[in-house]
């Protein structure tokens, strides 16, 4: 059973415009919640995470929202830009492990 | 310099042959992991290693195992390869608890093909 879902395998943005990508998870024991983001040919990066005791955190274009009654969180990246087109992995950390979504491939359209 | 590292990059191999893939980092982190990357299933963990004598089995185990030959070097094997080990492999560390988030940090990952 998926404990971290993301149910859009892929997202078309323009560029300029809001991209919203969205993550859905079962455990409450979640202590952490983090976004990679990855290149073809290249590992997955950290991109920013945020604590389970929070609701936001904001760097740069990246906002990351947790909504803990919903079990729901998402990254937010405005304005978006060419360089964003990747795949985006929602995780979630307990026991210093961490489980990852299948991952969104967001596309930036000119 | 690439803090985590990773040998080989490709790897192209027949089923039932035996193959380590090979991980070290400079990061001078206690934790580091094994995951797989199939297309849809997103990253999946292998085994994990939170210090040199200390071995976990992952989510999908079966057919690989690991050795932690100092604290900076993590290698897994495939004892006997088969097709469905096709797949692209990443190490990754991260410190202790408490510290930078839990983020881990990934290596640039190995291409594996069984054919």
């Known amino acids: 059973d998926q404990q971290v879902k993301q149910n859009s395998p892929s997202l078309s943005v323009q560029e300029g415009r809001i991209s919203i990508l969205n993550c859905d998870y079962t455990?409450?024991?979640?202590?952490?919640f983090l976004w990679y983001k990855k290149y073809p040919a290249e590992g997955p990066t950290f991109l920013i995470s945020?604590?389970?005791?929070?609701d936001k955190n904001e760097d740069g274009r990246f906002t990351v929202f947790l909504n803990k009654s919903a079990k729901h969180l998402s990254l937010h990246i405005v304005p978006s830009q060419p360089g964003d087109s990747a795949v985006y992995f929602c995780?979630?950390?307990?026991?210093?492990?961490?489980?990852f979504g299948k991952g969104t491939r967001l596309h930036i359209l000119p | 310099d690439a803090d985590v590292t990773q040998t080989p990059r490709n790897r192209i191999t027949k089923t039932g042959k035996r193959i380590m893939l090979e991980c070290s980092q400079t990061?001078?982190?206690?934790?580091m992991y094994w995951y797989r990357q199939d297309p849809g299933l997103g990253l999946r963990l292998i085994y994990y290693?939170?210090?040199?004598?200390?071995?976990n089995k992952g989510e999908i185990s079966d057919g690989y195992s690991v050795s932690r030959q100092a604290q900076a070097k993590f290698s897994l094997s495939l004892e006997s390869a088969i097709p469905n080990q096709t797949a692209l492999y990443f190490c990754?560390?991260?410190?202790?608890?408490?510290?930078?988030?839990?983020?881990?940090?990934f290596g640039p990952g190995t291409r594996l093909t069984v054919l």
């Open positions: 990754a560390t991260s410190a202790p608890t408490g510290t930078h988030n839990n983020e881990q940090f």
């Open positions: 455990n409450s024991m979640f202590d952490y």
């Open positions: 945020i604590s389970s005791i929070k």
């Open positions: 995780a979630a950390s307990r026991d210093d492990k961490i489980i």
């Open positions: 990061k001078g982190h206690d934790r």
């Open positions: 290693s939170f210090d040199v004598k200390d071995i």
